[in-house]
C-alpha cells in the first residue's frame, strides 16, 4: 500500500511561485508513474501533469504548459510540482497520484488527501 502527503499549498500573489511536494510512504512510489491534478470548487478534477518512473518523460495539459514543471527524486520517494507564472485561475486543491502514466484520474491507484493553492489578484 503506498499513502502520499502533499505539501507546499498556500496562499500566492498572482505571478507568484509555489513550489508543491508528493512524499510517497508505505512502499517506494520510485517504479510509478505519477500525476497531478486539481480541482476548483464547483469543477471537475483536472489533469495538471504527469511524469514516468524515471523522470524522463513529462506531460503537462495546456493550460500549465510553460509554467509547471513536474519533477522527482526517487532516492527520497518524493515528486515536486513546481508552479510559476501563477494565475488566479490555479486556484484549487493540487492531488498527486501514483500508479500510472494517463490524464484519466480514474487509471489512478493512490491518491494523497490534496493541498490548497490560492492565488490572489
Known amino acids: 500500500q503506498v499513502q502520499l502527503v502533499e505539501g507546499g499549498g498556500g496562499l500566492v500573489q498572482a505571478g507568484g511561485s509555489l513550489r508543491l511536494s508528493c512524499a510517497g510512504s508505505?512502499?517506494?512510489?520510485?517504479?510509478?508513474?505519477m500525476g497531478w491534478f486539481r480541482q476548483a470548487p464547483g469543477k471537475e478534477r483536472e489533469f495538471v501533469g504527469n511524469?514516468?518512473?524515471?523522470?524522463?518523460?513529462?506531460y503537462y495539459s495546456d493550460s500549465v504548459k510553460g509554467r509547471f514543471t513536474i519533477s522527482r527524486d526517487n532516492a527520497k520517494n518524493t515528486v515536486y510540482l513546481q508552479m510559476n507564472l501563477l494565475k488566479t485561475e490555479d486556484t484549487a486543491v493540487y492531488y498527486c497520484?501514483?500508479?500510472?502514466?494517463?490524464?484519466?484520474?480514474?487509471?489512478?491507484?493512490?491518491w494523497g488527501r490534496g493541498t490548497q493553492v490560492t492565488v490572489s489578484s
Open positions: 511524469i514516468n518512473w524515471s523522470g524522463d518523460s513529462i
Open positions: 508505505g512502499r517506494t512510489i520510485s517504479t510509478y508513474g
Open positions: 497520484a501514483a500508479g500510472a502514466r494517463s490524464p484519466r484520474a480514474d487509471d489512478y491507484l493512490y
